[in-house]
């Protein structure tokens, strides 16, 4: 897996809302608390449990995006009322219906008036078709990506975007650096099911709770809903209105374009190509121990990347150095180094990447990816007397800027005004 800037960040959790964190936000009903009393360790062990050995899931679903309130999100994918028409139209929420089967792959169909969107990750890869367009795409996997390793899945496009997956990794990590709870009963797609709730244990994070509903019986995620710090109402929320866990035919997962449509092939975007950084390296098996400040200056000069790191007299008390890491140029891309401060859901990480190698090849991406962002997602800023752009959620804020050859990107769930402060002292 390739290593993650920052402005990826954004980017990574709300395709997790849409896609990876399991499609599909339901209206829970009242009920009564019928099932059995659990822990919330034996609740997280049934859910892993569960991934194992369940082996399809369907049924119809609903998901919806309030991670970026004021925004017009319909005038950027697609328009009110209509069928997603691209991967990236998904993120604005919708309904559809949904077939998973375990070591076959994915479907999932989104209606719309007068069109249909059709993504299916299975053996014969990823595609997706837009009836709108009458086009369909096949995905290859992000540049840089690597080959799959030997005896891996017969169908990896399938098993990365397989939400059921997804979730369960996600509570698993959520669960280490928040407090969990099983919160109480609830009915989601006619099923009695347990909240599970994983609340943070860091203060200073916009960050609220996430709540997974599991099935009391399955114990699959039926629902997923996620919380700012304060609000009542979720900002994210994803889950199956009817489900079953009948087998499935497996053609389902085989696409075939339709006859005449305009077929054409690309590679899946690598979130580091939206700040030019080196998205083309992979993740060691083992993570390398945390480098301190002084490690990862010297570590980063010796790719001849010069780190610009925040003054610790000006920087928030709730933001202490936590550790970084520093990546080798590769393909043409220079290092790229990340640095971590603050704790838990708390944390900002600092990015910073010489981007594409040569004498002013990252200066001029960065001005051309800053003349393309959509309105309505970011807004233009000028930090330290140099042009940037910043991005404000509900729950993620980032800042990203030139400085000299280096490209920038501070994000994290902490408030707008924690970032900012940050950034002045980078800058």
């Known amino acids: 897996m390739s290593r993650r800037s920052l402005i990826s960040v954004l980017v990574v959790v709300l395709a997790a809302a849409a896609l990876a964190i399991g499609i599909a936000a339901s209206r829970a009903q ?12 034996q609740l997280l062990a049934r859910v892993a449990a569960a991934q194992q050995t369940t082996k399809a899931v369907s049924g119809s679903v609903a998901w919806s995006n309030g991670l970026i309130p004021g925004s017009d999100l319909t005038s950027l994918f697609g328009g009110s009322g209509a069928a997603p028409t691209s991967l990236t139209g998904l993120l604005m929420g919708g309904s559809g219906r949904l077939w998973i ?10 209606q719309g008036s007068g069109s249909d969107f059709v993504l299916v990750a299975g053996k014969n890869g990823l595609w997706s078709y837009s009836s709108a367009t009458d086009s369909a795409t096949q995905y290859a996997p992000p540049a840089g990506a690597g080959k799959p390793t030997a005896g891996a899945s017969p169908s990896p496009a399938a098993t990365s975007v397989n939400p059921v997956s ?19 009963q609830t009915t989601v797609a006619g099923r009695q099911s347990y909240v599970l ?44 209105t009817s489900v079953s866990y009948r087998s499935l035919a497996g053609n389902l997962f085989t696409f075939t374009p339709p006859a005449g449509a ?27 121990a945390p480098l301190t400040l002084t490690q990862a200056r010297a570590r980063a000069a010796g790719y001849g990347l010069v780190l610009t790191l925040p003054r610790q007299d000006s920087l928030p008390a709730s933001l202490p150095f936590a550790g970084a890491t520093v990546a080798p140029p590769a393909r043409g891309h220079g290092a790229t ?13 600092l990015v910073e990447s010489q981007g594409v190698t040569g004498a002013s090849g ?17 807004t233009r800023t000028t930090v330290a007397g140099t042009p940037g752009y910043e991005i404000a959620t509900a729950l993620f804020n980032v800042v990203a800027w030139q400085h000299g050859k280096v490209t ?16 002045a002292a980078v800058s």
């Not at 608390?33 to 360790?41: F, K, N, R, S």
């Not at 860091?202 to 629902?223: I, M, W, Y």
């Open 30 to 41: 009242g009920s009564t608390a019928t099932l059995p009393t659990i822990a919330p360790a």
């Open 101 to 110: 089967q375990q070591g076959a792959g994915l479907r999932l169909e989104s």
């Open 166 to 184: 997804a979730i369960t990794k996600a509570l698993q990590h959520f669960a280490a650096t928040g407090a969990v709870a099983v919160s109480g």
């Open 197 to 240: 709730t994983v609340t943070p244990t860091s203060t200073t994070t916009t960050f609220g709770s996430l709540r997974v509903a599991v099935d009391g019986t399955t114990f699959v995620p039926l629902r997923v809903q996620v919380f700012a710090r304060g609000d009542t109402t979720p900002t994210l929320s994803a889950g199956f």
């Open 262 to 288: 305009n077929v054409r092939h690309t590679s899946l975007p690598s979130p580091q190509g939206l700040m030019g950084g080196a998205g083309s390296q992979t993740r060691p098996a083992a993570q390398p």
């Open 337 to 349: 180094a990340i640095l971590r401060y603050g704790t838990g859901f708390g944390t900002v990480a």
């Open 362 to 378: 990252a200066s001029a991406n960065f001005q051309q990816r800053l003349a393309g962002l959509p309105q309505g997602l970011a």
């Open 408 to 423: 920038a990107v501070a994000a994290g769930m902490v408030p707008q005004a924690t970032l900012q402060a940050f950034v």
